[in-house]
Structure formats: C-alpha cells, structure tokens
C-alpha cells in the first residue's frame, strides 16, 4: 500500500503529491503506535493463540492444529497478525514474542494430551528472524524439554522466503532441527520464487499449498494445474501436502481427486481458542 501511495506519489501532480504523504504520514504514525502498544502487549497478557484443525483427506481425522497469533488491544480491538508481525519484526520483538508463541502452543498441546485427545502435531509459524537467530536450534530443544513434548508432533512452518534469502545457511538450520527430531513445512508454497533444485536440499517434511490457488480451484484450470503439479512434485520428492484456505465442499472434492494429503480452511473451522478446538476434536469423533 505504501508502495502504491509512493507510486502515485512520484507520477501524479503536486496537489495530490502533498495529499498521499500525508496518507503515509498517517500510516508511519499507526504504526509507530502499534509498535509501542506491541512492547507491553505480551507483559499485559494481551496476546493469545488460537488453533485452527488440520485434516487428514485418507481418514477424515483431525490430525494437527495450527497456532495463529491473536492481539486484542484495549483501545485499537483486534489487530491482525498481518499487520503486527512486520512490526514485531523489525523491530526484534518477535525474539520474545515468537519464543512466547511456542513455548505456549507446546504447552497447549500437551495439556490436550494429558487431557485425554489422541496425539496430533502442532504447527507454529516462524518468522525469518527467528529463523536466523543462531539461538532456534537451542531454543526448540529446550522448550522440548521444558514440556516433554514427542519432537515429531511439534512442526515449524518457514515461508519461501526465509529458507532462500540464505540457503546454505537455511540447509544448515533445518538439519540442526531435522536432527532434534522437529518437522518443518513450507507455508504459502507456490507464492515465493523457491528454486526448485534447493526444495530437495532442505529438510522439509510438507508443503502448504498457498490458498491463492486453492480459492479458484473448481473454476480456474489454470489454478487447478498449478495444485496438481505441487502435488505430484510433492509425492515424486517424499513430501506431504496441505491445502490451506479450504471454505468449501467443491474445492475439497477436487483436492481429495488430485491426491491432496490433508486440507485447513473455514470449511473445517476458523481458528478459535483452545477448548473450542478440542470441542471439535470431539464433535468430529461422534
Ligand atoms: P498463514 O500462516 O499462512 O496462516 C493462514 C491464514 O489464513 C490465517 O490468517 C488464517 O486465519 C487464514 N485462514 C485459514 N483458513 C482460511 C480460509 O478458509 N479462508 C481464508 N480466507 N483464510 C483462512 P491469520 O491468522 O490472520 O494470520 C495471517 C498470517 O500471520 C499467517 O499466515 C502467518 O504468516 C502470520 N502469523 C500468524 N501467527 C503467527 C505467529 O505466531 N508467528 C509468526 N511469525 N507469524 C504468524
Ligand atoms: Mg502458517
Ligand atoms: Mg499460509
Ligand atoms: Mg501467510
């Protein structure tokens, strides 16, 4: 958007120059503000996780949950994880907020456990930072350790992005946590521009089909191609498939007919707190 702002900016004549700056101006200042807001936000218990199920198409089970980050401000409501995470990204709170994340998500999953629901993984999103602060490797075995979680049900999920702005020095990350036992998938496959040759090279246990070509999927051969040559590549390398974005019957037939290994969306459930979850976990084994 700011991108555009600048654009117009830069093309279009004096008055309106002066009128997008003040539009980026105002932009800058809300997040400023949400930047300072973010600061406090994990100390004043305003951040929480919710889990959306992820199915499997071979057994109709509910076989993972996906943590997503929630912030409910006092004053500015609800912000969405897409416009607080670039901030806690730049400007580091995501160390904090990311190890909150997943030390909490672990714990959820273990009280789910030892409350009686059959084991599933859990899925955390990790953020390129994260991904590249030397500490991750370390910090997943300790927060392993703290909750006696099974390594394997725990799975990290790396944008395109994160493993090809350095892929050698991603290869050896993801070996590190291949080795600690943790499974890692990429999120958002299909909108990056991955080089196919390193797909190979990292330790990847699945690929998450981006919802981007999920929506469409009943109307667009060309969405439908692009979701069937993922798949088939997947299998031909070893990996299994998500699709995320799932809101219909319709888009999961044709999932289920092109050999798709297990699907999310709000066709399923929206992500909702954690006894919501595990009500659906057992609603769905009546
Ligand atoms: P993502 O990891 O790709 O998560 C999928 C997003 O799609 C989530 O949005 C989810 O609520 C939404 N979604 C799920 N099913 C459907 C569906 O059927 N239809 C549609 N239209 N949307 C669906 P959300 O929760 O707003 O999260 C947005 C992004 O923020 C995430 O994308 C992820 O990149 C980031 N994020 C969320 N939580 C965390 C976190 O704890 N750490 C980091 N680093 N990033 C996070
Ligand atoms: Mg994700
Ligand atoms: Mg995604
Ligand atoms: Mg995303």
């Not at 798949?231 to 319709?250: F, K, N, P, R």
Request: include cysteine; charged fraction near 20%; aromatic fraction near 6%.
């Amino acid at each position: 958007c700011a991108d555009i702002a600048m654009y117009r900016a830069k093309h279009d004549g004096r008055n309106n120059f002066r009128f997008f700056t003040g539009e980026m101006q105002a932009q800058s200042v809300r997040a400023l503000q949400l930047e300072n807001a973010l600061r406090r936000a994990l100390e004043r218990e305003q951040l929480s996780l919710h889990y959306q199920p992820q199915v499997s198409l071979q057994t109709g089970r509910v076989i993972g949950a996906e943590a997503l980050l929630r912030w409910q401000h006092p004053e500015l409501g609800q912000v969405s994880p897409a416009e607080f995470i670039p901030l806690a990204e730049t400007s580091g709170l995501i160390l904090p907020i990311g190890e909150w994340v997943l030390r909490s998500a672990a714990l959820q999953l273990k009280a789910w456990m030892e409350a009686g629901m059959a084991p599933i993984t859990m899925s955390v999103n990790l953020s390129s930072v994260q991904f590249r602060h030397a500490d991750l490797p370390a910090l997943v075995s300790r927060i392993l350790d703290e909750t006696r979680l099974p390594p394997n049900l725990l799975e990290l999920e790396l944008t395109e992005g994160v493993a090809m702005v350095d892929p050698l020095g991603a290869i050896a990350v993801m070996n590190d946590l291949h080795d600690r036992g943790v499974r890692m998938s990429i999120d958002d496959f299909g909108t990056g521009y991955s080089s196919l040759s390193y797909l190979k090279k990292f330790r990847i246990y699945k690929l998450k089909i981006d919802q981007s070509f999920v929506r469409d999927i009943t109307d667009d051969p060309e969405d439908k191609a692009i979701v069937s040559a993922i798949i088939g590549m997947a299998a031909s390398l070893g990996l299994q498939t998500i699709a995320e974005g799932v809101e219909t019957a319709g888009q999961l037939d044709h999932l289920r007919a092109m050999g798709c290994d297990e699907v999310q969306g709000f066709h399923f459930s929206r992500p909702v707190p954690a006894d919501a979850f595990a009500a659906f976990v057992q609603a769905a084994l009546r």
